[in-house]
Every structure is written in C-alpha cells, then in structure tokens.
C-alpha cells in the first residue's frame, strides 16, 4: 500500500514537473533539456548538410576527425574556400527551421503558458526572436570563420551558446506567459 501511495506521489511529481505550473526552475531545467534536444535537431540537419550537398567541413574539422564525416579537400585559393562560412550559415539556417518548429511545440506543451498571443502570432514572434538570435550568432560564426580561421565546429558552438541566451530571455519575457 505504501508503495503504491508513492509510486502516485512520484507520478503526480512527474505530472507537475511537466505541466505549466512547475516553478521558476522546472521551467529552465524544462527550457534547457528541450533546447538540448532543438540543438541536436539543428546540429544533425547541420552536419547532414555540411557533409553531403553543402560541403564545408575542413580535414581538420573535429565532426572530420570524431565522425569520420567526409572533408572537401582545398588548397585555400578555391572559390567555395572563400564562401565556407555562407554555406556554413545555409546549412545552419536550414536545421534552424526545422529545430524552431520543434523547439515551439515542445515549449508550448510543456515550458511556457500559451495563449499570450494567438498561436500564429505566436508562432511569428518565436520564429522572429529566434532570426534575430540567429542572425546575430551566424553573423558571430562567419566572423569567427573568415576573419580568425576558426574551425566550423568551434564556430557552431559560439552560434549555439549566444542564440540559446538570447531566445530564452525574449521567449520568457516577451512572447509567451512567462
């Protein structure tokens, strides 16, 4: 019987966790695991991409070395050598519209309270905050790659950390119910 008692007491935690009603944390640690899972969404069209129809991955990229994804090879005077970080940001812009819907219906069922907005204004808002986000960490990554010569996979991770901190404060404060 006590066990039973708790297995409810641990379901209903569960339920509340999830639910729209979980405190200040719950609702970060929420943003955060699905913001983990939009990145891998993102990331995956991204290395998909960069690895097959638009190639930008060096040899001494990291996804080259630690996946084993296939490099174009380059002498440095190539023309697609001098737009890498373009094709970098089309790659990254595709796998941002597919990770921005998935990240909206997850913060929608299980973060945020809905209903600030009619749910295409909504929908519009999100996807607006994040091109700005967006477009402020890829002006960031192309900066990073032309000018410093950085590798493309340490730039994503800068796009990543600065669009992540951006989205959250306007999605938290501006676009849904806190």
């Known amino acids: 019987m006590d066990m039973e008692k708790t297995s409810e ?28 899972m939009a990145t891998c969404v993102q990331t995956g069209v991204f290395y998909v991409l ?22 174009v090879a380059f002498t440095g005077e190539e023309a697609w050598y001098a737009s890498r970080g373009m094709i970098a940001a089309a790659a990254t ?13 997850m913060n929608r069922w299980f973060v945020f309270k809905p209903g600030k907005f009619k749910w295409h204004v909504e929908l519009a808002m999100f996807f607006g905050a994040s091109t700005l986000a ?3 960490a890829l002006g ?7 000018q410093f010569g950085l590798m493309t996979t340490l730039a994503v991770v800068v796009e990543v950390v600065v669009s992540f901190l951006v989205n959250f404060f306007i999605r938290k404060f501006v676009i849904f119910k806190g």
């Open 9 to 36: 007491s641990g379901i209903d935690l569960v339920r509340k966790f999830l639910s729209h009603d979980a405190g200040p944390f719950a609702q970060f640690v929420k943003y955060g695991a699905i913001g983990v």
């Open 50 to 71: 960069a690895a097959t129809c638009l190639k930008c991955l060096t040899a001494d990229d990291w996804a080259v070395k630690w996946l084993g994804l296939p490099s």
């Open 93 to 105: 812009a595709v796998g941002f519209v597919i990770a921005n819907i998935f990240c909206w219906l």
């Open 134 to 136: 967006t477009l402020i």
């Open 140 to 146: 960031l990554m192309k900066l990073l790659i032309d």
